[in-house]
């Protein structure tokens, strides 16, 4: 089984494009939400909407192995509500390359994007690398990250990863985030393929 068809919700074409389009008003929401300025009637009525979210999505509550998030491969960073939406352009030789824009959600002070934030990108980017290189689930053993420059908010950003070796069940990863010539950040990343007795809706050690 390859690792695309274990994180393949099977979703037709036109049902992938609308989860893509209800995870991409969903980003927008939480954009608008950090930015918001407080006014009281606006916060109550969004607060009874969600409720009535929270009503209508329960019963359609799953296990891993059957929920649609994370799970769309034709979506950026594969329908993943939680993650920033990282845009691949090129991937290939163990290499991957694309672009990502931190929204005003994901923004720590300063209007840059929080430590937290990048280094979820980045395990997203080079976990998604060591999968594909395993054709296998993998799961981070650790992942470093050094913080070199500031990293903006709502201007895109380009972001490389790529495979710096493998031993056996090891993949060691590497990656930047750059804006133009400045180095934003770059991690260095242990992934480990997981035994066939691993993977979705199995909680495992090891």
């Known amino acids: 089984m390859s690792w695309e068809t274990i994180f393949s919700s099977n979703l037709d074409a036109d049902d992938a494009a609308a989860y893509g389009n209800l995870v991409r008003n969903l980003r927008d929401a939480q954009d608008l939400v950090a930015s918001m300025r407080f006014d009281r009637e606006t916060v109550d009525a969004l ?3 969600l409720a009535e979210w929270t009503k209508r999505l329960a019963p359609l509550s799953g296990p891993e192995t059957e929920q649609t998030n994370g799970r769309v491969p034709s979506l950026p960073v594969r329908g993943q509500a939680m993650v920033p939406e990282f845009r691949v ?12 824009t931190f929204g005003r959600w994901f923004m720590g002070g300063g209007m840059a994007a929080h ?3 990048v280094a979820l990108l980045f395990d997203e980017a080079l976990g998604i690398l060591a999968s594909a290189s395993a054709k296998a689930i993998t799961r ?12 903006p908010i709502d201007t895109e950003l380009a972001v490389s990863a790529w495979i710096d070796r493998v031993e056996d069940r090891k993949i060691f990863v590497r990656g930047e985030i750059r804006h133009g010539s400045t ?5 260095d990343a242990l992934f480990l393929r997981l035994r066939p007795d691993q993977g979705l809706g199995r909680r495992t050690d090891g």
């Not at 470093?144 to 990293?151: G, M």
């Not at 180095?183 to 991690?187: P, S």
């Open 47 to 49: 607060a009874d909407d």
């Open 89 to 100: 352009s090129s991937a290939g030789g163990g290499r991957v390359d694309g672009t990502v």
């Open 115 to 117: 430590g937290g934030a």
């Open 140 to 151: 981070t053993a650790y992942l470093n990250t050094d913080f070199r420059a500031l990293t």
């Open 183 to 187: 180095v934003c950040a770059e991690a």
